[in-house]
């Protein structure tokens, strides 16, 4: 089983705001990622170090963190945004990187 | 721009070998550590091994032993040796590279290759 816990899956209608969770006690010592994937598609790195947005990913990603717990928040989803998302971090060597189950995001 | 062209894979018997290879461009291959990661059809995805700049290189336990993962400073190329291959080992497989020297989160990735483990 992942280390990181998240829902998998969530809706939102478009337009509106959705947060998704990532929960794991690694996360109070090692920062999250997000990755966003559409069918078909390789991955694409849209939140790195808790909150940070990578050059070309669209302000409305945003990345949080409290305790043990790293949400992913897309303020104003658009259609384009319906896909799976996964978070990121590592397990408690710090060595080896681990993802969460992933979650199927819907834009209604 | 960062393209990785993942290849090298197909189908293969179980307890067979495979390599995969991945060509890097658009960056200067040898300062940053590249990672194989694995996604099972239809499922999430699966961290494989990671090779920093300098090679220190780092394995799942489900694939220790068995994979070997290297690099071609010189020829911008990234190698995943695949040994004893069991059909859970059936998956695409991405190449990534990092965003540092070290390990620290795949910031682009290839377009993967497809691993099929099947008698």
């Known amino acids: 089983s992942s280390e990181l816990t998240q829902d998998p899956a969530v809706s939102v209608a478009l337009g509106q705001t959705v947060r998704i969770t990532c929960q794991g006690d690694?996360?109070?010592?090692?920062?999250a990622s997000w990755f966003q994937q559409k069918p078909g598609q390789a991955p694409v790195l849209v939140i790195y170090g808790n909150n940070n947005r990578p050059s070309g990913i669209p302000d409305r990603f945003s990345g949080s963190y409290s305790g043990n717990t790293a949400s992913l928040t897309i303020t104003g989803a658009q259609a384009e945004d319906e896909a799976d998302y996964y978070c990121?971090?590592?397990?408690?060597?710090?060595?080896?990187?681990?993802f969460g189950g992933g979650t199927k995001l819907t834009v209604l | 721009e960062v393209q990785l062209v993942d290849s090298g894979g197909g189908l293969v018997q179980p307890g067979g070998s495979l390599r995969l290879s991945c060509a890097a461009s658009?960056?200067?291959?040898?300062?940053?550590?590249m990672t194989w990661v694995r996604q099972a059809p239809g499922k999430g995805l699966e961290w494989v091994s990671t090779i920093s700049g300098g090679g220190s290189t780092y394995y799942a336990d489900s694939v220790k032993g068995r994979f070997t993962i290297s690099r071609d400073n010189s020829k911008n190329t990234l190698y995943l040796q695949m040994n004893s291959l069991r059909p859970e080992d059936t998956a695409i497989y991405y190449c990534?590279?990092?965003?540092?020297?070290?390990?620290?989160?795949?910031?682009?990735w290839g377009q993967g290759t497809l691993v099929t483990v099947s008698s």
């Open positions: 990121n971090s590592r397990d408690s060597s710090g060595n080896h990187l681990v």
């Open positions: 990534a590279k990092d965003r540092g020297w070290q390990s620290e989160v795949p910031d682009y």
């Open positions: 658009g960056f200067t291959f040898s300062n940053y550590a």
């Open positions: 690694r996360l109070r010592s090692y920062y």
